[in-house]
């Protein structure tokens, strides 16, 4: 049983670790400001998503397992509000996304 | 009131979990602190509908499971295309629509938008949302309109 955790725990971590590393190279591959984002979002959500779940498995049921969740639970209410105004504050100042086909914005009626 | 009794009941769960001491000394601290707190939160005039939303709680354990569905197989997507040799993106901008009838719920639909890889939310302005989307399969899918659907059904509190 103490085997079944071990190994469970320990993959949740390692992929969580995979995810977070995939997440600093998108941030270094990615061309510009608005694509790099998306790339630090792999970072942000799976990454620490699969870390603190490895984490909750390796603490077994108690206080720290509710915290931990709750560390995710603010992680994930913070993370993009954070997003969004450098996002918004780049578009703000003027900075263009380079776009795949001119500058026109596709929309739903 | 029922927006008093509820931020209560979040603000001394809060503090319980994160002393999770219970000597008589450290709870009446916590017990004052939270008093204290929601009496400024009172004279604010942001205990409501927005400042505490536990309407939400209930409809958010049907949204939740499908929004971290979700999340996952962005992330694989978009962990696919930054591996990939050749890193096949196409970022454009789109506008979409948010059918919700009040800022609760947009906020919660744009900052959904946002935590799913391959899409952020750059812009909102009344009920228009500006998208950026790393490829045309991530723009796809925010202009489906599913996770708008979703967020509307959330209920008339949203």
């Known amino acids: 049983m103490d085997l079944l955790v071990d190994v469970v725990g320990g993959g949740l971590l390692l992929f ?22 998306h790339g ?22 108690s206080i720290v397992t509710i915290k931990l969740l709750l560390i995710l639970l603010f992680l994930w209410l913070t993370s993009p509000t954070a997003t969004h105004a450098l996002a918004n504050s780049a578009l703000e100042t003027g900075l263009k996304p380079r776009l795949a086909d001119g500058e026109e914005a596709a929309s739903t009626p | 009131m029922k927006y008093l009794i509820g931020l209560m009941i979040a603000l001394t ?27 400024i939160a009172r004279r604010m005039r942001v205990v409501d509908r927005e400042g505490a939303p536990i309407d939400l709680l209930p409809v958010l354990v049907t949204y939740l499971p ?22 096949p993106i196409s970022p454009r901008l789109i506008e979409v629509r948010a059918t919700q009838k009040h800022d609760l719920g947009r906020v919660i639909y744009a900052n959904s938008i946002t935590l799913t890889p391959g899409t952020v939310t750059i812009d909102t302005e009344g009920d228009l949302i500006t998208v950026h989307a790393l490829t045309q399969g991530a723009a796809d ?15 008339s509190q949203s």
Not at chain 1, 21 to 29: H, K, V
Not at chain 2, 66 to 82: M, P, S, T
């Open chain 2, 13 to 39: 769960g809060t503090w319980v979990l994160w002393s999770w001491h219970f000597t008589t000394a450290l709870l009446s601290y916590g017990l004052a602190s939270c008093v204290v707190v929601l009496l």
């Open chain 1, 16 to 37: 969580g670790a995979a995810f977070a590393l995939i997440g600093g190279i998108g941030l270094i591959r990615l061309p510009d400001f608005y694509t790099r984002i």
């Open chain 2, 66 to 87: 499908w929004l971290f569905w979700e999340i996952a197989k962005a992330n694989v997507d978009v962990a696919r295309i930054v591996l990939h040799p050749r890193m």
């Open chain 1, 40 to 61: 630090a979002g792999i970072t942000d959500t799976l990454g620490a998503g699969l870390i603190l779940s490895g984490l909750m498995f390796e603490a077994g049921v």
């Open chain 2, 141 to 155: 899918g925010v202009l489906s309109g599913e996770m708008d659907r979703r967020v509307s059904r959330l209920g």
